[in-house]
Nanobody, 120 residues
Framework: QVQLVESGGGLVQAGGSLRLSCAAS????????VAWFRQAPGKEREFLAA????YQPVSVKGRFTISRDNAKNTVYLQMNSLKPEDTAVYYC?????????????????WGQGTQVTVSS
């Protein structure tokens, strides 16, 4: 498994932007599927974006973008035009290639999460 550490969360006003980072240690992201999810209180974990995949839920499509820097062994989630409903704990995940990339169960390594709060 790879150890993941997210950072970059915080409090932001509606309409603002944040960039989350996910740094890997122990193993690299090379040849691993990588994705971002979020979970709001009382809700299921929601898929947001996967590296190399175009599908995103309507709730974030056009606003959230995943990218990776292999040299830094880091994956990013750029979030623009944030809304109060984006408030959640955000997680990055890594897993074997070939699984259903939009399902949380396809990933075996998770970070501890970073809180994002969007005020109205």
């Amino acid at each position: 498994q790879v150890q993941l550490v997210e950072s970059g969360g915080g409090l932001v006003q509606a309409g603002g932007s944040l960039r989350l980072s996910c740094a890997a240690s122990g193993r690299t992201f090379n040849n691993r599927a990588v994705a971002w999810f979020r979970q709001a209180p009382g809700k299921e974990r929601e898929f947001l974006a996967a590296d190399g995949r175009t599908y995103q839920p309507v709730s974030v499509k056009g606003r959230f973008t995943i990218s990776r820097d292999n040299a830094k062994n880091t994956v990013y989630l750029q979030m623009n035009s944030l809304k109060p409903e984006d408030t959640a704990v955000y997680y990055c995940a890594a897993g074997a290639q070939g699984g259903l990339y939009y399902r949380a169960a396809s990933y075996d390594s998770w970070g501890q999460g970073t809180q994002v709060t969007v005020s109205s």
